[in-house]
């Protein structure tokens, strides 16, 4: 009489590989695509937070400040005013300008870390605009 050997065959094991395979691939690409929706909602929020921030200076100095960084750090002039975060979700400094003193920009140049507008969800830059987001689209009050 033959005795059977318990374990698993090599068809069972690669089917079972195969398997963990295709939920591998459909599950990473989520998890990137989350995982940069997460960076650009963080700077969303930080961009806006910042932007309440310079509101604040605006109604103290009735102008806002020329400048919000001293170097890579928050100039000693609006510490006051914020603390937070001065990079946007990708490790890039926020962009300020101030035209004139009646008007400013504030932007990240998110994930291609260029300037400018695609047609990729990660890429365009995050534009707020004396107080609203102007691009994308999908951060657009």
């Known amino acids: 009489m033959l005795r059977r050997e318990k374990g698993f065959t090599l068809i069972e094991l690669l089917i079972v590989v195969a398997i963990i395979g295709i939920i591998a691939a459909i599950a990473v690409p989520n998890l990137l695509t989350a995982i940069q929706r997460s960076k650009r909602s963080r700077t969303a929020a930080d961009i806006r937070a910042i932007g309440t921030a310079l509101g604040s200076y605006l109604v103290d100095y009735n102008h806002y400040p020329t ?29 300020y300008a101030l035209d004139g003193s009646d008007d400013y920009t504030l932007t990240s140049t998110a994930k291609d870390q260029a300037a400018g507008y695609t047609d990729s969800e990660f890429d365009s830059d995050i534009t707020y605009y004396n107080g609203q987001f102007t691009g994308p689209a999908s951060l657009v009050d």
């Open 67 to 95: 400048n919000i960084y001293d170097g890579t750090d928050i100039h000693a002039d609006f510490e006051n005013y914020y603390s937070g975060a001065t990079k946007d979700g990708w490790g890039e400094q926020f962009v």
